[in-house]
């Protein structure tokens, strides 16, 4: 059982961070989002390199729980990313302020409550593997473990610095090098037609909330009467 857990946790760390790395400008593009949700976007001029490491921290402990290297240290780290990636999932997908949580990149979409729902269920794993890290046995020398981190974290470092500089490895963007854009932009024949509406976000009274246009948030007043706040525009599916 913990051996399996073991295994699914570090794999998706080690895809999740992968992916990421491929395209760290557009994982940054992600936190900056959310840098404007909480009301700290003077962060967003490190947005790119908090993404690389983040990135690489993902990757490195993945690795480190599959070869068990460090135990105690390591599923206390993912226990603490995981408390607070299902509060940031949670808290987009309960005020809907950040619509895709970036998690695996342009290679796969999931909207918020997937994401939260995602994130919990990691969670329970590595609160399980937390409380019987006593039993995770490492796989070879301690020299082999640190050896493999160590490599690991340069690795993932470089490929993203590459990818940043340059383009993904694996393009799963859109817009793509070899896509043709106005075929991908047209509607087919008798397919339903996307409906877009506008989303605003203000901060009311310290607090960012979401609005739409009807809602005209440019026109609420904050307790100590001053105006609302304008924080974010963005555009985006009516059923969102």
């Keep these: 059982m913990i051996a399996l857990l073991r295994f ?36 967003n001029p490190l947005a790119t390199g908090l993404a690389i490491a983040i990135c690489v921290l993902e990757v490195v402990l993945g690795v480190a729980l599959w070869t068990g290297w460090k135990s105690k240290s390591v599923t ?13 999932t949670f808290w987009s997908a309960w005020f809907k302020v950040v619509t895709d949580c970036g998690c695996f990149g342009d290679f796969l979409k999931l ?15 590595a609160a399980v593997l937390c409380y019987n890290r006593s039993s ?5 020398s301690p020299m082999f473990g640190t050896s493999l ?3 690991t974290a340069v690795g993932v470092t470089a490929l993203s610095f590459y990818t940043w500089n340059d383009l993904p490895l694996l393009d799963f963007r859109p817009y793509a090098v ?31 909330r979401r609005f739409e246009t009807e809602d005209s948030p440019w026109d609420s007043v904050q307790a100590d009467g001053r105006p609302a706040e304008f924080v974010y525009q963005r555009v ?5």
């Design 8 to 43: 699914l946790t570090g794999a998706l760390f080690i895809f999740s961070g992968l992916i990421k790395a491929n395209d760290p400008l557009g994982f940054g593009y992600k936190l900056e989002e959310y840098f404007v949700v909480f009301g700290i976007d003077f962060l």
């Design 76 to 88: 206390w780290w993912l226990l603490g990313l995981l408390v607070f990636f299902t509060f940031l």
């Design 111 to 125: 909207t918020p409550w997937q994401s939260f729902t995602k994130d919990v269920v990691l969670l329970l794993m």
């Design 136 to 140: 995770i046995r490492p796989f070879g």
């Design 149 to 151: 981190v160590g490599l």
């Design 178 to 208: 070899g896509k043709n854009l106005p075929e991908g932009m047209a509607i087919p024949d008798g397919a339903p037609r996307d409906v877009y509406k506008d989303i605003w976000q203000y901060r009311i009274n310290g607090v960012v």
């Design 236 to 240: 985006c599916p009516a059923d969102s």
